[in-house]
């Protein structure tokens, strides 16, 4: 089966840089992804990374290291708005690569 | 505009009575599945289908059923509902062709039973 660990809760304040850490357990891994979820809402893509390095998009950037089974997602330039849970999540196993395994989620609050 | 649809949103239902959850999406995609999430468990995959006539079970699967007669729709049935499937339940869809695609959801079911 798949495993994955994110911290529960991450605070930050406005303006700042925060990076949220994935580590993960799987086997006939693809890629990893990130959505973001703010509260009563539904999960919203924001990127996936198939080969090691950093993809950038906007203030996101997400970071794999397929080797150490770890990824990152970095938020720069923190709005009020970033506030939301953040899942990783990996493409593995049935589905043929479609099948997400979500870890439980960072809860970021971005303060004043 | 590209969507996945769910309904109802809010359900609250009696011990055993059969409900059904409806999705429909409209990207024409192969792949949809169903997820629970409950506080502090992330999301968790009930069942997925990879096509019409194709489906297989998530890592929770006790107590649903889903069928796929139709590439847009995905039904998520509780026969005998019970009050450990209170849960928040989101229905997704993505296209197969390349992995790691972006997967879309539906707003939530919120279910509850008593």
């Known amino acids: 089966g798949q495993s994955l660990e994110q911290p529960s809760e991450v605070t930050a304040v406005e303006g700042a840089i925060v990076q949220i850490n994935c580590t993960y357990q799987t086997s006939g891994f693809y890629g990893l992804s990130w959505y973001q979820q703010h509260d009563g809402g539904a999960p919203t893509f924001l990127s996936y990374n198939a080969l090691d390095g950093l993809e950038e998009t906007g203030r996101f950037s997400s970071f794999l290291s397929r080797s150490d089974s770890y990824g990152y997602l970095l938020l720069q330039e923190l709005q009020m708005k970033d506030s939301a849970s953040y899942f990783c999540a990996v493409s593995a196993g049935g589905g043929g690569g479609n099948k997400l395994t979500f870890g439980t989620g960072t809860q970021l609050k971005v303060e004043l | 505009e590209a969507q996945v649809t769910q309904n109802p949103r809010y359900l609250i239902t009696v011990t055993g009575k059969k409900l059904t959850v409806t999705c429909s999406q409209n990207?024409?995609?192969?792949?949809m599945s169903w997820y629970r999430q409950d506080p502090g468990l992330g999301l968790r995959q009930i069942y997925y289908s990879m096509n019409v006539e194709v489906t297989d079970k998530g890592d929770v699967p006790e107590g649903y059923k889903v069928s796929r007669k139709e590439k847009r729709n995905f039904p998520l049935i509780l026969e005998s509902p019970s009050p450990n499937q209170t849960s928040l339940y989101f229905c997704?869809?993505?296209?197969?062709?390349?992995?790691?695609?972006?997967?879309?959801f539906g707003q939530g079911t919120r279910l509850t039973v008593v």
């Open positions: 990207m024409n995609h192969e792949y």
């Open positions: 997704a869809s993505s296209s197969t062709q390349g992995r790691g695609t972006e997967a879309f």
